[in-house]
Nanobody, 123 residues
Framework: QVQLVESGGGLVQAGGSLGLSCAAS????????MAWFRQAPGKEREFVAA????????YYADSVKGRFTISRDNAKNTVYLQMNSLKPEDTAVYYC????????????????WGQGTQVTVSS
């Protein structure tokens, strides 16, 4: 089992930047492909980005490509999401996820979740 704890959310103006962190405990994060999802009020949880165990491959939703960067430091058991050029539509609760059993892009296939961290982008 792995426990995930997100941090780094907050309030930022449009065009600004935020960095999120996901700290893992229980098992080493190097055992898992990791991802970030987000969920806005009244909407389904959506894929944001994923990174393979070694960090050699990253995948992004079209809506964040070129603005967000996912990375990992397996020695620190931590996964990161750097968010630049933020837009009001990026406002959501951001969740860290681990250990997919199927498609990376669908939340139902991810076995472990953090509690989420709120990101609010003001216009």
């Amino acid at each position: 089992q792995v426990q995930l704890v997100e941090s780094g959310g907050g309030l930022v103006q449009a065009g600004g930047s935020l960095g999120l962190s996901c700290a893992a405990s229980g098992r080493t994060v190097s055992s898992y492909t990791m991802a970030w999802f987000r969920q806005a009020p009244g909407k389904e949880r959506e894929f944001v980005a994923a990174i393979t165990r070694s960090g050699t491959r990253q995948y992004y939703a079209d809506s964040v490509k070129g603005r967000f960067t996912i990375s990992r430091d397996n020695a620190k058991n931590t996964v990161y999401l750097q968010m630049n050029s933020l837009k009001p539509e990026d406002t959501a609760v951001y969740y860290c996820a681990a250990d997919p059993s199927g498609s990376y892009f669908q939340y139902k296939y991810w076995g472990h979740w953090g509690q989420g961290t709120q990101v609010t982008v003001s216009s």
